[in-house]
């Protein structure tokens, strides 16, 4: 009988033990693996936005009734306005009424209303909440210009969602004008009311007080077209 080397022994007996260690290692291996991919997080779906409650704009020149455009222009050239050019009618549009009235129509009055509607988007938000944004806007274009004077800001709740009234006055080629821009925002549509007045060869201003309160009555007839 051959006798075995000892040593040889040995390493044989090491050799068969380690195979099902390694075995048994890979196995667990790939388990762990598998219950990783298993457990790891799944992305979230964004949420989707609420859709626009205004989907079009009415035609700006129609937002108002003839019997208010001849309260707060009198002397209008045009009853039905004259239509302020606009490349996307779904998203913006605005019409100007002017003309004077009284003695040699030296009361001379301009009223604008302007119409902005937002659609939502995944980058830009909300309509609702761009339209917000664009009537802070519509306030600070008045309230940081310079030229303008005796400015007083009002918030006025019961007009729409949110609503501001600026009073101010300012200059234009040397004629002393008092103005009034009347904002509101009913959802993602903005409603922004410009209505100014002078007088000519002497005749008086017209009072802050009248411009507001005509200024509103339009924003709210304005309002109300987008129904």
């Given at each position: 009988?051959?006798?075995?080397d000892?040593r040889?022994a040995?390493?044989l007996?090491?050799?068969a033990v380690?195979?099902p260690?390694?075995l048994?290692?890979?196995c667990?291996?790939?388990?762990?693996?598998?219950?990783d991919?298993?457990s790891s997080?799944?992305?979230?779906k964004?949420?989707?936005?609420?859709?626009?409650?205004?989907k079009?704009?009415?035609?700006?020149?129609d937002a108002?009734s003839?019997?208010?455009v001849?309260d707060v222009v009198?002397?209008s050239?045009k009853?039905k306005?004259?239509?302020?050019?606009?490349?996307?009618t779904e998203s913006?549009?605005?019409c100007l009424w002017?003309g004077?009235?009284?003695?040699?129509?030296?009361?001379?009055r301009?009223?604008?209303?302007?119409?902005k509607?937002?659609d939502?988007g995944?980058?830009?938000g909300?309509?609702?909440?761009?339209?917000?944004s664009?009537?802070k806007?519509?306030?600070e274009s008045?309230t940081?210009?310079?030229?303008?004077k005796?400015?007083?800001?009002?918030?006025?709740?019961?007009?729409?969602q949110?609503?501001?009234a600026i009073?101010?006055?300012t200059?234009k080629k040397d004629?002393?004008?008092?103005v009034?821009?009347?904002?509101?925002?009913d959802h993602n549509?903005?409603v922004?009311?410009?209505y100014?007045?002078?007088?000519?060869?002497?005749?008086?201003l017209p009072?802050?007080?009248?411009?507001?309160?005509k200024?509103q009555?339009?924003?709210?007839e304005?309002?109300?077209?987008l129904?």
């Amino acid at each position: 009988m051959h006798r075995i080397d000892p040593r040889l022994a040995r390493k044989l007996v090491c050799a068969a033990v380690a195979v099902p260690v390694l075995l048994a290692a890979g196995c667990s291996s790939d388990s762990e693996e598998e219950t990783d991919d298993s457990s790891s997080p799944k992305p979230s779906k964004s949420k989707s936005l609420e859709p626009v409650k205004f989907k079009q704009l009415p035609d700006p020149c129609d937002a108002l009734s003839k019997d208010t455009v001849k309260d707060v222009v009198p002397g209008s050239e045009k009853k039905k306005g004259k239509n302020l050019a606009s490349d996307d009618t779904e998203s913006y549009g605005s019409c100007l009424w002017s003309g004077g009235s009284g003695k040699n129509d030296a009361e001379y009055r301009a009223l604008t209303v302007s119409l902005k509607r937002y659609d939502s988007g995944a980058s830009l938000g909300s309509g609702d909440k761009q339209a917000g944004s664009f009537l802070k806007q519509e306030v600070e274009s008045v309230t940081g210009n310079d030229d303008n004077k005796k400015i007083k800001n009002e918030q006025l709740a019961e007009l729409g969602q949110e609503a501001t009234a600026i009073s101010y006055e300012t200059k234009k080629k040397d004629q002393e004008y008092r103005v009034n821009r009347t904002i509101a925002r009913d959802h993602n549509v903005v409603v922004t009311v410009d209505y100014e007045g002078t007088g000519f060869e002497g005749a008086d201003l017209p009072s802050a007080k009248d411009l507001r309160k005509k200024a509103q009555k339009t924003a709210e007839e304005a309002l109300e077209s987008l129904r």
